[in-house]
């Protein structure tokens, strides 16, 4: 009879777990689709340190909604937008610079993809919830600022300067009658009067440097030698 073998040193063997990679998709949720960034002429704002930006609207391609083709083509609510006085910020266009083909994509554990701007974060949570972030605060602006100098959209008209400002001192007025040495309200009335200030004088230098730009130079008169 053979002699009996006693083990004592079990192999450690990995537990055949899959990890999921990519973003989840939870019941109810769409993952984004592709887009494209649109500015109509009254879609500005001033932002501190910044300055007046474009407000971005999406434009998404989402089959058989708004002109959208069923193949997801972007090509008739694009030329409704142009009909309308609008911009169309297309993601190839070389002026962008970094920010060229600012439309990604994370992947997803259904291996589709989820489409987000350039800028933003998803941390996934225990509970598969995703919060989004962005790469850091003054992203988004920075990128506005970029469109506006640009010349991908029209620089702001003097209108919508005048309306933006007119909008905030109607503001300020109805912040003025509810002050009554209310220090929460008398700070907020104190903001938006800086703010209105710091408009006005961003303004006014941009206008002073466009005039500067456009005025012609004064010609010197050559000097002619006369023959004697």
Known sequence: MSNAIRLTAPAAVPTAIDKPTG????????????????VYPRAWEYVEDFGFLPCLRKIIAKPGCNGVGSDGRLSKPLASVQERGGAV??????????Y????????????GKWFVDFCQTATVLPT????????????????????RDSGIVPPILAEVYEALVLSDKRKLDRLADKV?????IQAKYDALEKKIANMEKTWNAARDEMIAKTKPKAIKAKKVKVMK
Do not use: C, K, S
């Not at 949720?29 to 960034?37: A, C, K, N």
């Not at 790469?135 to 970029?146: M, N, Q, S, V, Y």
């Not at 009554?180 to 929460?184: A, K, S, T, V």
């Open 128 to 147: 598969n919830e995703i919060i989004w972030g962005m790469t850091t605060p003054t992203a988004w602006d920075e990128f506005r600022a970029h469109i």
């Open 100 to 111: 060229q083909y600012y439309v990604r994509a994370y992947d997803t554990q259904r291996g």
């Open 89 to 98: 910020v297309m993601p190839e266009d070389a002026r962008l610079g970094e």
């Open 23 to 38: 973003l989840p998709v939870r019941r109810g949720v769409r993952p984004g689709l592709p887009f494209v960034y649109v």
């Open 180 to 184: 009554h040495g209310n220090p929460r």
